[in-house]
């Protein structure tokens, strides 16, 4: 008998009732709202009793037919990987596959599919390295989930040129798996391709408009809108921000809004389809791991204008700071799966969970604008030096920032602020010395009304 004994991280608890002008007011009662939604990271023990060795930049995607998550390869302390695992999501359980037939040789940085047609993982792209050097991959190789039997998908056509750090969906309207960019000998590219599996033809897509050259960036599939989201990678020694969408009626791209928190490289994304969300987390920037949850919602799904970032966790209150990981949407139980990836002490092989909110409300595309006073994000959270603030001031007004401890007592006023804008706090009080480590409110009020999320320092 397996006994679990489960931890959890909450996000957000509870609220407070108290009396001081902190608060802020709904109804008869002053309440103190925490950052973050009403979810929590789950770390479940089960997990550890016979997980994957630890690895950076496996791939993998959610089987819906036996409610399974399956990972392929990726890169381990010792080397290259060609192993497959199978995590149970009733139990959250980690097996080792058997496989037959023609697979991938070890490699890292791939893409990973699923082809819901002929219930197959398709695996592509990636890199390998080892005592002859580097090597690029451009080969397909199929993996049927029933049998468990490889098979390599021979070309037809001239394929895109080897690659690694890309991003791959599957389009089950048009049976082709769509490819966008990635790093290869001759540098990064911007191009788009569409791979046919059933006659193993390639194709290239040219289109007006693109994101740009990248790599190391990360893509999910919105199947109801019908299209493929991209966000972050790299560009010279830049970790990108940006976030597109390619039409996959039209092949057509689109810009969406950046991340306010700024870039990131080896993202691990998935796409919330109950909710129509674009998350991602963590990633790496300048030598910085993070562990922050964002989403992409959209007001109007047909308008990326009205598309809007905000975040769902607090930075830390959860899985470690890291890159490279492996996220899967749980479409059954509307959950997210993370794995693995690279972390400050090396590679990581835990597994967490986040329940996502199920949604109350949603606007219609032709709705008006939001109008509400809001405190969209701060960001990081805990921080340690200088906090961003993102607020939203409805109309023509002027709002005030304040910072106040959990006394009541404000230590620190920040410049008004209209529209919609970001502001920055350094940690200091009004006399310019520093704060002490604790948990502070961050108070925007305008007019008669007032909203209020909490912020951690630690130092």
């Not at 049976?175 to 390639?202: H, K, S, Y």
């Amino acid at each position: 008998m397996i006994h679990s004994f489960h931890r959890r991280w909450p996000i957000r608890r509870m609220t407070r009732a108290v009396i001081h002008t902190v608060g802020c007011l709904v109804g008869a009662l002053v309440v103190w709202p925490l950052s973050g939604d009403a979810t929590e990271w789950f770390w479940p023990d089960t997990a550890l009793l016979n997980a994957p060795s630890p690895r950076q930049n496996a791939a993998g995607i959610y089987d819906p037919i036996r409610d399974r998550v399956i990972i392929f390869g990726g890169r381990s302390s010792s080397g290259d990987l060609d192993d497959v695992w199978e995590l149970e999501l009733s139990r959250l359980y980690w097996s080792q596959l058997p496989t037959t037939g023609s697979a991938p040789s070890p490699r890292h940085t791939h893409n990973a599919v699923y082809d819901e047609r002929t219930n197959e993982m398709l695996i592509w792209s990636g890199r390998s390295i080892d005592a002859n050097g580097s090597q690029l991959h451009n080969d397909v190789h199929a993996l049927d989930l029933a049998t468990l039997s490889w098979r390599q998908i021979e070309p037809s056509t001239d394929p895109p040129v080897a690659r690694y750090g890309t991003a791959a969906v599957f389009d089950a309207v048009s049976g082709e798996m769509v490819n966008f960019a990635g790093f290869t000998e001759r540098g990064r590219f911007d191009d788009t391709w569409r791979l046919n599996p059933a006659t193993g033809a390639w194709r290239e897509v040219v289109t007006d408009e693109r994101p740009g050259q990248r790599c190391l960036h990360a893509g999910a599939l919105d199947a109801k809108g019908d299209r493929m989201i991209i966000f972050g990678g790299q560009r010279g020694n830049d970790a990108l921000d940006d976030a597109w969408s390619l039409d996959l009626r039209t092949d057509t791209w689109r810009s969406l809004p950046s991340l306010p928190a700024g870039g990131r490289r080896f993202p691990a994304v998935a796409f919330d389809a109950r909710s129509g969300q674009f998350l991602t987390f963590g990633g790496e920037r300048d030598g910085e791991r993070f562990s922050d949850l964002w989403a992409l919602t959209f007001d109007a799904p047909a308008d990326p204008s009205k598309a809007r970032w905000h975040m769902m966790g607090e930075q830390g209150a959860g899985p470690v700071a890291r890159d490279r990981a492996v996220l899967i949407y749980d479409t059954k139980r509307h959950r997210l799966v993370l794995f693995g990836g690279t972390g400050t002490s090396g590679h990581l092989n835990d597994t967490w969970t986040f329940s996502l909110p199920t949604p109350t409300a949603i606007l219609t595309p032709d709705g008006p604008e939001p109008t509400s006073l809001a405190l969209s994000s701060i960001y990081p959270n805990p921080f340690n030096g200088q906090v961003r603030i993102q607020v939203r001031v409805p109309g023509s007004q002027r709002a005030k920032v304040e910072i106040f401890d959990l006394l009541g007592r404000r230590i620190r006023r920040l410049p008004w602020v209209a529209g919609m804008t970001t502001i920055t706090w350094d940690a200091t009080a009004e006399d310019g010395q520093p704060v002490a480590t604790g948990v502070y409110l961050v108070r925007l009020q305008a007019a008669e009304s007032s909203v209020c999320r909490s912020v951690a320092l630690i130092r």
